[in-house]
Each structure stands twice: as structure tokens, then as C-alpha cells.
């Protein structure tokens, strides 16, 4: 473990420092997209698409049985409503007050950045926001439940006052979805939910099928498999909301930060999986030097070193860089899902700097676990550099803009000349002619 860990240490200073950094940067985005568009991979995504678009309900079940090694009748991809309730009866009362609690917090969060509907005029123009009727949410069908992901994709719906929600998740525990994902969707009002995931599942809601109604957007994290689906039916068919695939962090530590949580927190994202990516930059080599060893002390303790080791080894560094001005450049450059500014009393002023991030986590006291299920903004979030223009998903993402242009007479006869001329110099006469009709007695 010591060698392994020894050759995430990136230093500057040192002799080919910029091959190493722009081969881990080729590697993180490599492993947050599909190939190509004309590579092996992406031609079996379309094709999958393709097949339920054709064939429904029957090439979901071929593909649910090939992937996930369950067999499904058209008639048992939906959850029973009595299902949904046995599982939220069953559900721990610790864990379900704790889940009431992080409910609470999403919404209220959600309803304070809100975008209201509204009706505003100003000299014949004006904006109405409508909610998207149908939205489809996935979740993923990783290892351990993720009843957080239902929370942070159900609720800012909601909240926009989405009428139809359908929730797909894979059946990988027990040949369904686990009991606490349903506990929360039954906890939400959420009565649609199916026990599909992967590609035909993202077809499923964009095409609709014999059974699952089609959706007008796609929201919510998954492999990139799944990721490469809704990049495949977007703008056509759907909307989405932003590529989020593998998980990612962002450290920028200085010799203010504690080296042990530095360490703790590369590991909660580490242990994700082996794409995963789990970076420190800092100007500091002493701090670097003591998260290293922490990392050699707290790795082995993790239910799951093993994908933590894998992730650390592959795709996350300690790098140690001149100065702040540098590490906060390169961390623009990431664009990071998460990213953690650990630099004490300067922590603020750093952040003030970042232009590119799914979220910031301020200060030592905010790791991401924060984000995750407690604080309020939603922890689905672009990844793979996508923060450039990608932004975290929040109940106004379920909201459409209708413009509205309401002139009057007199408005429309000051504007005629202009409005005229314009059309003339595109060639567009009948729509010159639509204006200077008006001003005919």
C-alpha cells in the first residue's frame, strides 16, 4: 500500500510534473465520458436506444434481464403502491426522523432560490415561468442504497411544481430497488417508480413505452452508461439536466488546514468506486507530506479500501503547486464537482476566486457529507470539467420561460419605421407588410 500510495505525490518543482498532471487530467476525463461518438460503446448506447424506441416494453426487459440478470414482465417494472408503503413502514425510526430532517432542509433551500411564477411587465414585455409537466429521475443502483439522490432530484421538482415525477432506479438488491429508496420515495408522494436503470431505462422515459409514459426531462447522477444515454437523447426527445457521472473532489489546503481531514475527505469521494477522483492541491509540501500519511492510516480502516485504493491510485493526487495563485488556477481548470477550500482564516477569499465548480464547501468545517444529504442544495452536480457550463441541479431547472410581448397602438406606431426597415433589409416582406397594415386606416 505504501508504493501505491507514494506515487500520488505530484510535486511541481520536479522534473516532468506537467506530463503527470496532463495525463491524470486526460484520465479523469476519460473515465468521466463514453468514447466517441462513432466508438464501440457509444454505438451500443445508441443501439439500445434505438431498440426501446422500436420495441418498448420488450426490449426494456431484454436489456433489464442482459444487464441487471433479473427477468421482468412489462408488468412488474412498476413498484406496487403496498410495496412502497411495507417499505416505508419498515424503515428505522432513527433513520427516518434523520431523513425528515435533510428533507426539510433540501426544501426550504429549494422554496428560498425559487423563481416564483410570475407575470412581470415592463413596456410590453414580460416573463411567465411554468413548470415542466413529467420529469423521470434516476437513481442509481450502486452497492449501498442512495436514498440521498431521490431526496436531492424529487424535491427541487416539487418544489417547481412538477405534476408527474417517475422514479427509475436498477434491480440490484433482491431483484428490486432497496427498501430505504422506496421508504423515501413513498415518504415524497412519489407513487411512480419502476425497477429499471441503465441505458433502456433513460430510453424508457425519453421514447415512452407500452407501460412508462414519456417524460419531458431527465434528471439525476448514474454511471456513464447512463450518462451517455441522456448526452444521446437530449435536445431531441427530453431535457436534461447535466452529465453526472463518476464522483469528484477538489481540495485547495494550505498549512492552515488538519492533514487527518484533508485525508478523510479525498476518501469519502475515493470510495465511490475506481473512477472516482479525489484531488489535494496545496502550497505546502510538510501538509502534503503528513495527508499522505494519513491517507496510509485511515485507508485500510474503509469497508471498502479496496475501490478506495483503486481510486486513489488511478485517478487522485496531492499536488503540490508555487503558491495559492496557482492552486486556485488549476482548480478553475478541473472544474470540479466538489470542490473544498481548507485554508482557514483565508478560506472566504479563496472562494470568492473560484469561477468553476459544481459546489464550494467553505471552511474546515464543511465536507462534502455536508452537501450531500444535509445543508439544503442538491448534490446532483456536473462533473468532468462540465462546471464551465454546467451548474447544480435546484428547483428552477424545472421551470420553462414563456416570453410575452403585449404592445399597444400607440407602442406598435412609434416602433413601425424600425420594425419595417429591419424586416425589409432580411427580405422578409410579408413581414414588413404584418406592420404597415396596422397603420392603415
Partial sequence: MSDLLQDILLLSSEPGFKARLDALRSAILSAARLAGYDSKENQTVVTILREVAEQGD???????????????SPGQFRVTPETLEEAHGGIDARLLESLRKAIRNVRAYQEKIFIVNQRQFSQGTGIRYTPIQ???VCVPGAAAPLPSTVIMTVIPAQVAGV??????????????IHPVILAVCHELGVEEVYRLGGVQAVGALAHGTQTIAKVDKIVGPGNKWVQAAKKNVAGDYVGIDSIAGPSEVLIIANDQANPAWVAADMLSQAEHGADSSAITLTDSQPLAAAI???????????????????????????IVLKDMDAAIELANEFACEHLEIQCGVNSRQIADRITNAGAIFIGPHTPVAVGDYWAGPSHTLPTGTRAKFSSALTSNDFLKSISLIEYSAEQLAA????????????????HARSVRIRRQP
Avoid: W
Fill in 415 to 430: 416602433s413601425a419605421d424600425d420594425i419595417i426597415r429591419l424586416a425589409e433589409v432580411e427580405g422578409l416582406d410579408a
Fill in 163 to 176: 405534476k408527474e415525477i417517475a422514479v427509475v432506479s436498477p434491480p440490484r438488491f433482491q431483484g428490486s
Fill in 58 to 72: 420488450v426490449a426494456v426487459a431484454k436489456y433489464t434481464e442482459k444487464f441487471d440478470g433479473v427477468k421482468l
Fill in 134 to 136: 413529467r420529469v423521470g
Fill in 292 to 318: 499522505l500519511e494519513q491517507l496510509r492510516k485511515q485507508l485500510n480502516a474503509l469497508q471498502r479500501a479496496t475501490e478506495a485504493a483503486q481510486s486513489l491510485n488511478r485517478f487522485s493526487r496531492i
